[in-house]
Every structure is written in structure tokens, then in C-alpha cells.
């Protein structure tokens, strides 16, 4: 059985526009819009090249597929449509100017927006049962939803509308120090510089499962663009610098007067993750956690929460922001029709779900370029990306199909050594980032908790979704993976995960003594991580900090 998931709607305020495609319960296929279209996040875009790269890479057409399930319900229509609101949504999602298909014989319909992240997160997290915490901007009505689940069965224990969003919050919080929106990335950066010495507007009680409110701008009926506004009011009233910074135009010395407001958003974002975990520990009998929705991509938050030790082991899914959600479409459609075996909900592996190309297609892109090329083997390849990392070089990394989901993970990559400071100015200016934000490492995983203050890396750091402290002993050797507070946000990395890559790891440990490698997105400033080596080769000629660039077995040098 094949189900079609989908997010995205033409013309719409959605965002990480994605498809996915699952057989028999298994996740397939699945890509976000924005590395085809390249806009970023592709706002307002249905994933149509996303849905034909997913049919594609399976071998079949529209008419093979037996379900289209969308993460987001619109008002007043819940589940499975039929009649004119079918032919509405299937115009919309699989046009037919684009798509031919009979569409009497496809069912299709909604699926609650937080159920599908709770779906994408709990079937690919190998758990047999979860307490799980949904926390996000907003669905359609909530913003936050806390729910139990097992194989089959999922409810819901509490919602809270969107007037509750932390994501509004953490928007809000970036906006009012001048960062811009929808830069959650940047602000966490800057809350490792402050002190948390300032009070918050909200804050959740564990003993009796609510969020408390101080702030005389709340209303619970606000939607989440009024949410927003309203906790900028209040951190103008009542945070240093008492003054919302005009966006884009902060310098870096004055945005440092706002550390420690940084700092102290974070914490309280940070106590909210733990105090919820501990209400959830206290009505749910299991020892796992899932975490879901856009905010649960932020590390720091992640990293304390597993030092919290609540939960024994947590997983959040690598797209747990909103192009997960047709994965987790899909999913929620094959729970719902009962397909799931015992073998069924098992930890993913990696999420190398975009698309490949092979050694003839990269010819095919560099035939004309005047480019120095060399093919080389496996084993020849890793030993001189070793050496050239070893020498300072900064490496374009393009292997496999794209990560699915706003990580690089080793397949769309730049990749540095860690022992010159220097590394993470020269990267940060190739990528058009601000110099105060930090890198982060690929490493090896029988050396993890050598290098990092944490026991547990199979919680979140196979997918460099948490923070940990590099112990102190490395610190001076690795500095240019050590963030202003000791942390780092690590990959750990299993050999069957990325082959090559671990290679290249092990390559350049046994020339350095140092069991980890920079990796960061290969992408420029305000652009999608690269797809097609044609992209490789873009940001390749266009950005010369970038020494060398390795697409398949591909060696290439200006």
C-alpha cells in the first residue's frame, strides 16, 4: 500500500513545504520543497517537485498510490474528503496539468497538524510506547500538545491554544533584539554569551500542568502573529535594553547588550521543556520521550532536558519541524488502517531521503567547467580529504541522496578541521553567518564520550539535535567546535550510517589523533542547502574560501 504525505498548499502561509512517500508503513521517499524550487522554506508552495521526486525515485505514478493524506486541516473539515472538497484538494496538491491520474480511484484527505508530528516522530523512533511533547508556533487551534502513545494507539492528554505558542515566544525574542524572525539558529547562538538574570513572561508548572502568564498584553484568544506582538510589548517594558532593535540593522557590538535577555529566554525556554517532561513523568508509566514541532530543533533546550535525566532515552525526529509533517501524513494514515507490525516502529538510521546522483550525472555537470578533476576510490579519496583537512582546507561534501530535514548530516555538508580557531570565522564567512555563531562536529562514535560530558548519544546526538559540554581536557585541542560556554552540538556517528564517511573520519583521526571533523550545511546565506552537483559547482566557483570540492568519487581544485 502506498501513501502519498503531504505539506504544503499553493498561495497558503505554510512553510518547509515537503512530500513523503511510505510503502507498507516504511518511509521510502521523502524531500522538501525548497531544495527544488530553491526558495528557502518554500512559503506558500505545494511540494509539486518534491512529490515527483518521490514517485520517481519509487517507479511509479500518481495511479499506484492508494492515499494522499495532508498534515493541516482546515476549518471544519476533519479526515477523509470526498466530492467537490476532493477535487478542490487534489487540484491544488496534484494538478493535472502537471500530474495525469484517475482520480476517482485515490482516497484522500486531512490529518491534524501536531498528530502528524507525533506520528512522524513515534514510528520512527524504535519505541515500543512514548510520552510525548508536541511544541511548535501553532497548528490549526493549539500550540503546544502533550500526548501518550504506543503502536496503534495515540492519546491526547492535553492541548493549549496558540496564545501559549513558545515558538511565538522564541520568535518574538529574536525580533526584539534585531536578529529578524524566523531565525531561531542565530538567537540561540547569542543566548550562550549572557547571564539568565532576567524574569519572563511565562512559565509552566509541572505539579499542576499549566502555564502560568505574567504579562498584562495575554489574551488566550490571540492568534499567533498578536502572540508575537504581545511578548515583544512586554520585553519592551520589561527587559534590558527596554527597546526593540531595528531588525537587520543591529551591529554586533550593541546586539551584545542583549546576551543576557538572550540568555535568559533560553532558560526559561529550557525550564519549560523540563518541568513539562516532569508532568508528563508523572501520568505516563514509560521511560521514553519523544519531542516534536519546530521548537524541539533547538539543542540547547534538548541538551538540558536529557541532562535532567527524567527520561532514560528521548528521540526527536530529524524533521521535527514542519516538513516532517508528511511524513508523518502518511503515517497517521497507515496507523489508522492498522498496517503496523511489530516490526514496523524501528530506530531510522540516517535520513539520506533525497536524491542521489550517480558518478555518470556528476560527468555530465563538470564536463564543460574548467575545473582540475580527479576520480579517485573510497579509500584514496578519504586519505587526501584527511591530509587536506589536516591542512586547514574547508571541503564541499556532496554524497549520497540529501538529508530530509534542515540538518546536514554528511551528505550535503562543508567540512574543516577542528583545531585552528580560525576555522569558524573562515566558515562563517563563506557562509554569509554572523562571526559570533558556532560550528559544530562529525564524530566518531567509539570516541563520544571521550570528548563530551554526556552518556546517552543514541538521545538526539545521531541527528545533532542536542548540545553537551566538551570536557575539559579537549577543549583547547578542538576549539573550533567549543561554543563561548564549553558546549557543542555533536554527530555521533555509526560506521553502517555513512560508510564514507566514517572513513574520512577515521582516516583523519589516525593522522591527527582527533576523532572528529567541522560540519556544517553547504549552503550560502538566505539560500536552500545545495541539491544537484550543479548547485555544488555554483557555490564552488562562486565562493572561493572553499579549497576543495568532492561530488561521488569526484576530486575537484580550481
Known sequence: ???????????????????????????VAAAEQERFSRRKHAPGEAPLDAIAYCLDKEGISVDDVDYV???????????????????????????????KYNAKRIRCGYVNHHITHITAAFYQSGFSDAACMVIDGQGENE???????????????????????????????????????????????????????QKMPISFDCDEGKFLIKSDYFNEKNNFYETRENYIKYFEKNNYPYRRASIGEIQASELMTYSNFAASVQNSLDEMFINMAKYLKSIVNTQNLILAGGVALNCTANGKLDRSKIFDNIFVYPASNDAGCSVGAALEIARQRGIFDKNTSRRIQNVYLGKS???????????????????????????????????????????????????ALGARSLLAGTVDRNITNRLNRVKGREL???????????????????????????????????????????????????????????????????????????LTSIPMIVNTSFNTHGRPIVNSPREALIEFEKEKGIDILVIGNYYIER
Open 436 to 510: 559570533w555563531r558556532p560550528l559544530s562536529p562529525i564524530i566518531l562514535d567509539k570516541c563520544y564520550s571521550d570528548v563530551f560530558e554526556d552518556d546517552t548519544p543514541q538521545n538526539m546526538s545521531s541527528f545533532m539535535l542536542k548540545t553537551c559540554i566538551v570536557r575539559e581536557e579537549w577543549r583547547s585541542k578542538v576549539p573550533a567546535i567549543v561554543h563561548v560556554d564549553d558546549s557543542s552540538r555533536p554527530q555521533y556517528l555509526c560506521q553502517e550510517d555513512n560508510e564514507l564517511l566514517y572513513g574520512l573520519l577515521q582516516e583523519y583521526y589516525d
Open 1 to 27: 500500500m502506498y501513501i502519498l504525505g503531504i505539506i504544503g498548499n499553493p498561495g497558503s502561509e505554510c512553510h518547509d513545504s515537503s512530500a513523503a512517500l511510505i510503502k507498507d508503513g516504511l518511509v
Open 143 to 197: 500550540a503546544i500538545t502533550l500526548a501518550k502513545v504506543s503502536k496503534g494507539n495515540l492519546e491526547v492528554i492535553k492541548k493549549f491554544p496558540i496564545a501559549y505558542s513558545l515558538g511565538a515566544l522564541y520568535d518574538a525574542a529574536a525580533g526584539y533584539v534585531g536578529l529578524g524572525f524566523d531565525v531561531p539558529g542565530k538567537f540561540m547562538g547569542l543566548a550562550s554569551y549572557g547571564i539568565p538574570n
Open 69 to 99: 493524506a495532508v498534515s493541516w486541516e482546515p476549518e471544519g473539515i476533519h479526515g477523509e474528503v470526498k466530492g467537490k472538497h476532493k477535487e478542490e484538494l487534489l487540484e491544488k496538491i496534484l494538478p493535472t496539468n502537471i500530474f
Open 357 to 407: 546522483y550517480a558518478n555518470d550525472d556528476v560527468l555530465v555537470s563538470i564536463k564543460n567547467s574548467r575545473l582540475k578533476v580527479k576520480y579517485m576510490e573510497d579509500s584514496l579519496l578519504t586519505k587526501t580529504i584527511a591530509k587536506d583537512l589536516n591542512e586547514n582546507k574547508i571541503i564541499g561534501w556532496f554524497q549520497s541522496g540529501f538529508e530530509f530535514g534542515p540538518r
